[in-house]
């Protein structure tokens, strides 16, 4: 699956080292260098590991290293935390629900 879009805050951006065509980045994927290419117009800055083309910096700031690629690893791994804990909690809120709706209906039995 692909990702269509990317985002990049001020903070991120603010931290990431400076880099340029022509430069060579270590792949966070495979672990070799790679010759950084730029882009017409001038905006993105690539790389191609196995076949693939991956972006490694934007207007001439590396995003493409493994520290970030560890940090947003794990941020997508804590988005999809947060969301399996809301998905649970809304089950169980669903089930506490139908509970309440049975124990009525045998109160209401009995009377």
Not at 42 to 70: F, H, N, Q, S
Request: proline fraction near 4%; charged fraction near 30%; glycine fraction near 8%.
């Amino acid at each position: 699956m692909t990702t269509p879009y990317i985002g990049f805050g001020n903070d991120t951006l603010a931290q990431c080292q400076d880099l340029k065509a022509g430069d060579e980045i270590n792949c966070p994927r495979c672990g070799q260098k790679h010759k950084v290419e730029d882009s017409v117009p001038p905006m993105l800055l690539w790389y191609r590991c196995g076949g693939i083309t991956y972006i490694a910096g934007l207007r001439w700031m590396l995003v493409a290293d493994e520290e970030t690629e560890k940090r947003h690893r794990a941020e997508a791994e804590l988005r999809h935390a947060v969301a399996e804990r809301d998905a649970l909690r809304a089950a169980l809120r669903v089930r506490l629900a139908e509970e309440i709706i049975d124990a009525l209906r045998l109160v209401r039995g009995r009377r």
